[in-house]
């Protein structure tokens, strides 16, 4: 069963993650790649986990699990009251509507649309009128401290602010997870802790469930637990 989105005044309350024997491979058979070969994980709702890891070890792939990018081959794997195990295509996206907001390393953001318009581009499946689109943007844009940059395109951004236009766009539908996979790898250390600041805050503010792949321990250290993935499996 998937949820409606929930509705902006409403605070969105964070969900809680767990994962039995999940498996993930890309490709079948004898040209398939096992990537994550039994994960057993728990998360409780609105902690701030950070996953750390050797380059390849799967980090990204587990959170395009978790995001709903992609449907797991085996194993269990739920997201709040969601049991994401065989769900694919249309449910798969309307999950990802209702319960995830992603930020990615390298931004993710449409050159040539401002900052406003790119926030705006996450509500084009919501079914929220047009009108109110603009309005929660601009609200999203002010929780990230970019309110005199909605005009602006990318291009004329700083990294550490084009980050903040992505978190933008990842908290605009009130998602109760938040995934960041290296949010802070392309940014400077001064950048960096803006960043993190951030999302504590919005953590602290909507109650959401927080997940950061790093590699860095400075960004490992916020997080109220550390896991390590190696090997495909989430190291106990
Ligand atoms: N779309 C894909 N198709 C094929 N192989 C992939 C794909 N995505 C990732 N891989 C492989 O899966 C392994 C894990 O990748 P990834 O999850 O990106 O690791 P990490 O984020 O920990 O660096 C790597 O060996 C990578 O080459
Ligand atoms: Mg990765």
Do not use: W
Not at 174 to 180: I, K, M, T, V, Y
């Amino acid at each position: 069963m998937i949820q409606a989105p929930v509705a902006p005044e409403a605070p969105a309350r964070g969900v809680a993650v767990h994962a039995r024997a999940l498996t993930h491979s890309y490709g079948r058979g004898r040209h398939g790649v096992a990537v994550l070969r039994g994960v057993d994980l728990d998360i409780d709702a609105g902690s701030h986990v950070a996953l750390q890891g050797p380059s390849g070890a799967g980090k990204s792939t587990l959170l395009i699990l978790l995001g709903g990018l992609e449907a797991p081959r085996s194993g269990q794997l739920s997201v709040g009251e969601h049991d994401l195990l065989g769900v694919h295509g249309r449910a798969l996206a309307a999950y990802r509507r209702a319960v995830v907001g992603f930020v990615f390393q390298h931004f993710g953001l449409v050159e040539v649309l401002s900052a406003r318009e790119n926030v705006m581009l996450a509500m084009s499946l919501s079914g929220v009128p047009m009108a109110a689109r603009r309005q929660r943007a601009d609200q999203a844009l002010e929780s990230v401290g970019l309110s005199h940059r909605a005009t602006h395109r990318p291009s004329h951004l700083s990294g550490g602010e084009r980050q903040r236009v992505a978190i933008a766009r990842a908290i605009v539908n009130e998602p109760p997870l938040l995934l960041a996979d290296e949010p802070t790898g392309n940014l400077d250390d001064e950048a960096a802790v803006r960043i993190l600041d951030l999302l504590d805050v919005l953590r602290e503010e909507r109650g959401c469930t927080l997940v950061v792949v790093t590699h860095s321990a400075l960004v490992a250290a916020r997080a109220d637990r550390r896991l390590q993935l190696r090997d495909g499996v989430v190291a106990p």
